[in-house]
Nanobody, 121 residues
């Protein structure tokens, strides 16, 4: 049973990346959230999506630039990140049992290994 975030990399300001959160060994039919942690800062919520894609929510800092979506047939949740800024730099994690509108982790949440996003100025 594993949850894996991928798709990170180094981009310039204004660039785009698409992160994927893929489950192996179990069906990703839960609410899923994306979080990030910048160097020296606490982890913060970025976005989350309900289990049937009927509801989403975003942190104010990423609204209008990031889009969360899911493909249950592929057991994957995506985070499309456009117009990236240096302050978007950090390790991005996905987690289960995260639901809109509050997008907070619970004791039932499972976390995957993160993927590093670096936005250069």
């Amino acid at each position: 049973v594993q949850l894996q975030a991928s798709g990170g990399g180094l981009v310039q300001t204004g660039g785009t990346l698409r992160l994927s959160c893929t489950a192996s060994g179990f069906t990703l039919d839960d609410g899923i959230g994306w979080f990030r942690q910048a160097p020296g800062k606490e982890r913060e919520g970025v976005s989350c999506i309900s289990s049937r894609d009927e509801a989403t929510n975003y942190a104010e800092s990423v609204k209008g630039r990031f889009t969360i979506s899911r493909d249950n047939a592929k057991n994957t949740v995506y985070l499309q990140m456009n117009s990236l800024k240096p302050e978007d730099t950090g390790v991005y994690y996905c987690a289960t049992n995260i639901f809109p509108p509050h997008c907070v982790a619970t004791v039932r949440s499972s976390w995957g290994q993160g993927t590093l996003v670096t936005v250069s100025s």
